[in-house]
């Protein structure tokens, strides 16, 4: 497995989701590329693999496997970029059109994006307020601490973040920017600190960068379009893993498994049957043992959701 990441229940994953040696599927986060080559070893000559990232970073990691198709790309546009590999590839067109035998979505910040301190993902370094997992374009953290208005900054505090004193926070950050804008990690940190609570720092700053994170990168919109394009690339039976690690993306993901839509309102035929695309594998997420958390801090809020596509006329 790649340095550049740890890939979080690495066997359980596998176990829950390749079930076809000679399958398709899709590793929508490829990241260091260790649960990609982690799929690619439980497939025959006949199996392949399409990986997506949008991190200019992680496509570097590609394996030299010619049953590995790499695309750079936000996996919001799954369903997209599916219909164009059948299109141009030939050898798998017929096979695509069935759909996939299963997706996996690692969610979350890779390690290599954590520790590499000019990302600007981590207050364990005075670094540039960046955060874009595609530093080729779009708004950085430091626009958004500078730019947004107080009330969505409190906002995205708030709900991005769970954070305690939203309010409190971003009227912090207002102030702090009148005198200069604040450009560096260790700006932010300076000018929030009054609020951080004595022995809990390091935890309250994480949920503050975890909520400018999901604002810079849009995860929640990603995450919403791709659990709606996703059950139309997979085939029936076809499976879908996620692995989630804060609450608000795990609660879009259980909603979208249950009822086919996010926000967990149910939609129900004549018969009283939910309408929904997928129906869960396990009930109840799986999480990491307590021998991973200890090797592997960064798995201590993990949790992975697997759920299978439904037939066509929702088995009935």
Same mark, same amino acid.
């Given at each position: 497995?790649?340095?550049?990441?740890?890939?979080?229940?690495?066997?359980?994953?596998?176990?829950?989701?390749?079930?076809?040696?000679?399958?398709?599927?899709?590793?929508?986060?490829?990241?260091?590329?260790?649960?990609?080559?982690?799929?690619?070893?439980?497939?025959?000559?006949?199996?392949?693999?399409?990986?997506?990232?949008?991190?200019?970073?992680?496509?570097?990691?590609?394996?030299?496997?010619?049953?590995?198709?790499?695309?750079?790309?936000?996996?919001?546009?799954?369903?997209?970029?599916?219909?164009?590999?059948?299109? @141009?590839?030939?050898?798998?067109?017929?096979? *695509? !059109?069935?759909? =996939?035998? $299963?997706?996996? #979505?690692? &969610?979350?910040?890779?390690?290599?994006?954590?520790?590499?301190?000019?990302?600007?993902?981590?207050?364990?370094?005075?670094?540039?307020?960046?955060?874009?997992?595609?530093?080729?374009?779009?708004?950085?953290?430091?626009?958004?601490?500078?730019?947004?208005?107080?009330?969505?900054?409190?906002?995205?505090?708030?709900?991005?973040?769970?954070?305690?004193?939203?309010?409190?926070?971003?009227?912090?950050?207002?102030?702090?920017?009148?005198?200069?804008?604040?450009?560096?990690?260790?700006?932010?940190?300076?000018?929030?600190?009054?609020?951080?609570?004595?022995?809990?720092?390091?935890?309250?700053?994480?949920?503050?960068?975890?909520?400018?994170?999901? @604002?810079?990168?849009?995860?929640?919109?990603? *995450? !919403?379009?791709? =659990?709606? $394009?996703?059950? #139309?690339? &997979?085939?029936?039976?076809?499976?879908?893993?996620?692995?989630?690690?804060?609450?608000?993306?795990?609660?879009?993901?259980?909603?979208?498994?249950?009822?086919?839509?996010?926000?967990?309102?149910?939609?129900?035929?004549?018969?009283?049957?939910?309408?929904?695309?997928?129906?869960?594998?396990?009930?109840?997420?799986?999480?990491?043992?307590?021998?991973?958390?200890?090797?592997?801090?960064?798995?201590?809020?993990?949790?992975?959701?697997?759920?299978?596509?439904?037939?066509?006329?929702?088995?009935?």
């Amino acid at each position: 497995m790649s340095v550049y990441h740890t890939p979080v229940m690495f066997g359980e994953t596998l176990d829950a989701l390749v079930k076809n040696p000679s399958g398709i599927y899709a590793d929508v986060t490829f990241g260091g590329g260790g649960h990609t080559a982690g799929i690619l070893s439980r497939l025959n000559e006949d199996g392949h693999v399409i990986a997506f990232d949008r991190d200019a970073d992680a496509i570097k990691n590609s394996i030299d496997d010619k049953r590995l198709t790499l695309v750079r790309g936000d996996f919001r546009f799954i369903r997209n970029f599916i219909l164009q590999i059948a299109h @141009e590839r030939e050898d798998l067109r017929e096979r *695509l !059109e069935d759909g =996939l035998d $299963g997706i996996l #979505a690692d &969610l979350g910040v890779s390690s290599h994006q954590f520790d590499t301190a000019d990302r600007g993902f981590s207050f364990r370094y005075d670094a540039p307020l960046d955060m874009r997992m595609n530093q080729e374009g779009g708004q950085t953290a430091a626009d958004v601490v500078n730019e947004y208005p107080q009330d969505d900054l409190e906002r995205i505090f708030r709900i991005y973040g769970e954070v305690e004193n939203s309010g409190k926070v971003a009227a912090l950050v207002a102030s702090a920017r009148a005198n200069a804008r604040i450009e560096t990690t260790g700006d932010l940190d300076k000018a929030i600190a009054p609020v951080l609570p004595k022995f809990a720092e390091h935890k309250y700053l994480a949920k503050v960068y975890q909520a400018l994170r999901i @604002e810079v990168n849009h995860e929640m919109r990603s *995450l !919403e379009k791709f =659990l709606e $394009g996703a059950p #139309a690339t &997979l085939k029936e039976g076809g499976l879908l893993a996620v692995i989630t690690y804060h609450s608000l993306e795990d609660r879009m993901v259980k909603n979208f498994i249950k009822c086919g839509r996010i926000d967990g309102k149910e939609n129900k035929d004549m018969f009283g049957v939910v309408i929904a695309p997928l129906e869960a594998v396990n009930r109840k997420p799986v999480t990491p043992e307590e021998d991973e958390i200890a090797s592997n801090t960064r798995a201590r809020s993990a949790k992975l959701r697997v759920a299978r596509k439904k037939a066509q006329n929702g088995g009935r």
